[in-house]
């Protein structure tokens, strides 16, 4: 577990997600009451609240978690930091939350996703009772001290993808809506994942956060980033350099997920950053070969 300040009102808790450092973070967010944005999986939750200990704050303090979307790296750690944080209620976008009040259909899916090598590194969920849930695709959250939370509509990675703009910094906390910048190990890639990616909604959010002129995103994976147009301009590239890869690859006939995902991403395998580079580019070609299988099945 590390600590990183971000600005005032903000810290940024890295709690080895996939057991490295450097990939994944919990945001706190401090105005007269604390929010926590992302949850890591239920194998982080340990560090985050290690993290929390370090930083004074009394588990009673926490009285909101906000999830980007339902993803098991960013919702998946929700139902056992809601049991450790008895004041917290859980906001996420409620098409999904089901999900977390009973995780039996998500698990099967989730696994399917990110493929057995990664599997057992996502931990399980603990569901919530629907109580504790609240809806967040309109929230505006008022922390006091002139810190407000407000959600934004960013599908494309996923169908639930919201982000949370904070008003007093203007940054925006980003989740996976546009690409991941993990500088630590010289990775960075928008990550399109089976089942429910939508590449032209994809487009239009990385358009949409564009237009806002935002000075910084806080990117789960990871970090804040002040370069942001050079950010969204990055995930953008590659992400129109994985779509003529697949496109050519179907047209070619029986595409090779591994093979198109070396080619992607090249990587060393000696890094502690390979598992992750192998595993969420593989998850990416395969969406995106999802999603375009299916587009023209439907011309
Ligand atoms: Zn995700």
Known sequence: MEIIPVD?????IDHNLLGIPG????????????ALIETGTSLT????????????????????????????????G??????????????????????????SKL?????????????????DIKPIPAERLLPAENLRLDLGRDVVLEAIATP???????????????????????GLAMDRWHLALPVTPVPTYDLEAHRATIARIRSYHFPRIYITHYGPHDDVDYELNRAQEKLEELVALVDAAIAD????????AARWLPYPDDSPGALVARCWSQMSVAGLIRYETKRRQSL
Not at 8 to 12: N, P, R
Not at 24 to 31: A, W
Not at 107 to 123: D, F, I, N, Q
């Open 107 to 123: 698990l099967p899916s989730v696994r399917r996703a990110v493929g057995e090598e990664a599997w057992p590194l996502h931990g």
């Open 156 to 178: 494309g990675h996923s169908p639930d993808h919201l982000s949370y703009r904070d008003h007093k910094s203007g940054g925006l906390f980003i989740g996976d809506a546009a």
């Open 23 to 34: 990939i994944g973070v919990t945001y706190v967010v401090r105005g007269d009451t604390v």
């Open 45 to 76: 939750v340990p560090h985050t609240l290690a993290g929390l200990e370090q930083l004074g704050i009394r588990p009673e303090e926490v009285e909101h978690i906000l999830c980007t979307h339902i993803h098991m790296d960013h919702a998946g």
């Open 253 to 260: 006939g029986d595409p090779d997920v591994n093979a198109l």
């Open 78 to 103: 929700a139902g056992y930091l809601a049991a450790a944080l008895p004041r917290a209620h859980v906001y996420i976008n409620s098409s999904v939350s089901k999900h977390l009040v009973d995780p």
């Open 8 to 12: 005032a009102h903000i810290t940024a």
